[in-house]
């Protein structure tokens, strides 16, 4: 029993005092992997889950664009007025026996005279 306790050797102050660094530079050095190793850290973490909540919106919004364009589409396709209407307005189509008369607006000249 007596070995057994003199194996068992008390620190010293110094001892202690050079553990307790020890202890405290290798916590210092973990929490600094932890917050800025490349691709791991919480900063990447936190860049990341910014990055997924805008990708997240992004797809949002694309699938109500896509949901606008296949209306659309239903619409091109069934509805022969709207087709007919837009035929008209974006390409400048006529139906048969009709004539366009474009007016051109210009500027009125001034009746006065100008004083000499």
Excluded: C, W
Aim: aromatic share 6%; no cysteine.
């Amino acid at each position: 029993m007596n070995r057994h306790q003199n194996n068992k050797k008390k620190l010293s102050r110094q001892e202690r005092k050079r553990l307790k660094y020890i202890i405290i530079l290798v916590s210092v050095v973990v929490l600094l992997l932890l917050l800025f190793f490349p691709g791991r850290s919480l900063l990447s973490y936190h860049r990341m889950r910014k990055q997924v909540s805008s990708l997240i919106e992004q797809n949002r919004q694309l699938e109500q664009h896509n949901r606008e364009l296949a209306a659309e589409i239903k619409r091109l396709q069934t509805d022969d007025a709207y087709l007919e209407q837009l035929a008209r307005k974006k390409y400048g189509l006529l139906k048969d026996n009709e004539i366009v008369f474009e007016f051109k607006s210009g500027k009125k000249k001034s009746g006065r005279k100008k004083d000499k």
